[in-house]
């Protein structure tokens, strides 16, 4: 509900509890127990940033916000609206745009393989640090080739091309072991059984089309169907990440504005964070603390403020604590650290209060129109002005037949990319091959010719040489003879002048 240009949340005893557009992409957090109210709460928001303009986009874990595009039953909130006189208080339905990785409950969205940072593609795949370093390689390698990786047919193409040639590429880009190419192959097997090959390809979602309005100029409210995609919690998280991955690096800096561009929902934000490493951690910050820049608002929803790190709660500045239970000393302190986190309220005990609220109340700290922090109020949240109910499968169907976005995103094309161009590069490589094997051959016969010809040469040359010394024998010969037959001639004139 709007009131003054501001988002009325709820209401502490006498006083209307507001969100302020102009502070809204300094994030926040909606935590509480299961039960509790976190996706009324949430429903409310994204109400009223529809209502003034601005586009959001909320992973529905549980498929229960689909009733948004309905409006809501007075009849059932009645009551509640009495109690807290909200007057003028109406029910609605909101623009909806439905999306689902598996294609069943909303229009496809897909992401170029190529284009997700390789960070989060190993955190998909759960690969470990060596086979992280071989995956860039393989990247690398396509890059070189002036060859497109669009989805996972190109991916498992160009491992078992690197593969094949895992020594050529070794020498080039460092240590390609057969190894870790055989880990990422079984990787992306697994995903395949998944049915995780649907989350690549293209179309690849435009970032544009999560920034619409209408044309009474309510916010689209873009809602990624979660409920099977959530039984695998690491794609389900790290697909997010990329969504706001390739916001942060497509949307331009605006700086402080009088309402965000868009706010981003993060259900069961807590898988996010589940077994990250280093490198991914110091990205997930980096996007959280500058993506404000831009113009967008981060909310983060989950149980217990804890199942977040410090360095992310440290960003949160508008905070709505649901209750918590504590039966255990481990929830004792996590009920005392969520009360500390907030600014004091001398007249409230913060932290009594979270273990005794009822459903529909929260604790509400959020900034004000000068960006300081309120202190903290026992807030009865006001009711949605949507269905609480999940739409009837008619209801959203007539939703996405009537969404210009079906003509975008529902045909799937396959441009040709690794995969398709991998028989011609074997072929070429067969071909070089075998000119290189007859070039080899024809050098060898080359060489084997020359030899010969130095062979006959040789002997030609030995011929030659014995032919003279004949020659030389026999002409010493013939002039020896000569010589002696001189004598024998002139023996024979002397002798007979004697007689």
């Known amino acids: ?64 916000l689909s009733g948004l595009i309905n409006p809501g039953d007075m009849e ?7 109690s807290m006189g909200l007057e003028g208080f109406t029910v609605s339905g909101y623009p909806c745009r439905f999306f ?72 080039k880009y460092g240590n390609v ?17 998944q049915q995780g090959n649907l989350l690549f390809g293209m179309p690849q979602l435009d970032i544009n089309d999560l920034l619409t309005r209408t044309y009474d100029g309510r916010g689209m409210i873009s809602m990624l169907e979660c409920d099977e995609l959530f039984h695998h919690p690491m794609t389900y998280s790290t697909f997010l990440l990329w969504l706001l991955d390739s916001i942060y690096r497509e949307l331009p800096e605006v700086g402080d504005l009088d309402r965000p561009k868009m706010v981003f929902f993060f259900d069961e934000a807590h898988l996010l964070f589940d077994n990250t490493s280093r490198q991914l951690m110091e990205k997930i910050e980096q996007i959280i603390k500058l993506i404000r820049s831009k113009g967008v608002g981060i909310f983060f929803i989950t149980q217990s403020p804890t199942d977040l790190p410090n360095s992310v709660l440290a960003q949160l500045s508008n905070r709505i ?37 009822k459903t529909g109340y929260a ?50 094309y396959d441009p040709v990319s690794a995969f398709e161009s991998m028989d011609e590069i074997y072929a070429e490589e067969a071909e070089e091959k075998a000119r290189l094997e007859e070039e080899k051959k024809q050098a060898k016969l080359e060489e084997q010719r020359l030899k010969q010809e130095a062979r006959e040469q040789a002997r030609r040359e030995k011929e030659g040489d014995w032919l003279d010394q004949l020659s030389r024998k026999a002409k010493k010969k013939a002039q020896n003879e000569l010589v002696n037959a001189g004598i024998r001639s002139a023996r024979k004139l002397l002798k007979g002048l004697f007689k």
């Open 1 to 64: 509900m709007i009131k003054d240009g501001k988002i009325l949340l709820g209401k502490a005893q006498d006083q209307e509890i507001f969100m302020i557009p102009s502070q809204m992409n300094r994030h926040g957090l909606i935590a509480g127990a299961s039960g509790t109210g976190k996706t009324t709460t949430l429903r409310v928001i994204a109400e009223g940033l529809s209502d003034i303009g601005v586009p959001c986009f909320v992973a529905d874990v549980k498929g229960d």
């Open 76 to 82: 059932r909130i009645q009551g509640r609206v009495d």
């Open 100 to 171: 689902d990785v598996y294609h069943k409950k909303g229009h496809p969205i897909r992401a170029v393989m190529q284009q997700v940072d390789p960070v989060l593609l190993s955190r998909i795949l759960d690969l470990t640090d060596a086979q992280q370093g071989v995956l860039n390689i393989i990247f690398r390698v396509a890059e070189d080739m002036d060859l497109d990786i669009i989805n996972m047919e190109d991916l498992k193409a160009m491992c078992a091309y690197v593969g094949d040639h895992s020594k050529e590429y070794t020498v």
């Open 177 to 193: 072991s057969k190894q870790s190419i055989g880990g990422i192959q079984r990787r992306l097997l697994e995903l395949e059984n």
């Open 321 to 357: 604590q649901h209750a918590l239970r504590a039966y255990t000393p481990s929830e004792i302190k996590n009920v005392k650290l969520a009360a500390d986190a907030f600014r004091v309220n001398p007249e409230l005990d913060t932290a009594t209060v979270i273990t005794e609220m």
């Open 363 to 412: 604790l509400v700290s959020v900034l004000d129109e000068d960006g300081a922090p309120t202190i903290v109020q026992h807030t009865k949240i006001c009711p949605p002005r949507s269905n609480m109910d999940i739409a009837a499968d008619a209801d959203r169907q007539r939703a996405i037949e009537n969404d210009s976005a079906g003509a975008r995103y529902d045909l799937e």
